[in-house]
């Protein structure tokens, strides 16, 4: 049964700076693609980021390009969601997903879940 914990989350400045990790057990971890995802508050779940089981492949909501990056350490079984130049509007939980292989920017694609890791930004 596969696990997600993720961690990294907290309260930092407008143009701050977050690093968020993913660690996945209980299931190969290089068979999967990453996803992170984030929801505020009233609001639908959105995608933020994406990459494949090998790491040659990522995507990006446009909010976020430029200023994520997503990256995974296949060895440490874990993913990370690299956040730069934060805005108040990047106040979310975020979490993460796994599904086989290939990304997706669909939630419902995506088979289990992290709980997820509060991020807040000030102005």
């Known amino acids: 049964q596969v696990q997600l914990v993720e961690s990294g989350g907290g309260l930092v400045q407008a143009g701050g700076s977050l690093r968020l990790s993913c660690v996945v057990s209980?299931?190969?971890?290089?068979?999967?693609?990453m996803g992170w995802f984030r929801q505020a508050p009233g609001k639908e779940r959105e995608f933020v980021a994406a990459i494949n089981w090998s790491g040659s492949s990522t995507d990006y909501a446009d909010s976020v390009r430029g200023r994520f990056a997503i990256s995974r350490d296949n060895a440490k079984n874990t993913a990370y969601l690299q956040m730069n130049t934060l805005k108040p509007e990047d106040t979310a939980i975020y979490y993460c997903?796994?599904?086989?292989?290939?990304?997706?920017?669909?939630?419902?694609?995506?088979?289990?879940w992290g709980q997820g890791t509060q991020v807040t930004v000030s102005s």
């Open positions: 997903a796994q599904k086989p292989y290939f990304t997706s920017t669909t939630p419902a694609a995506y088979g289990s």
């Open positions: 209980g299931r190969a971890f290089s068979n999967l693609a």
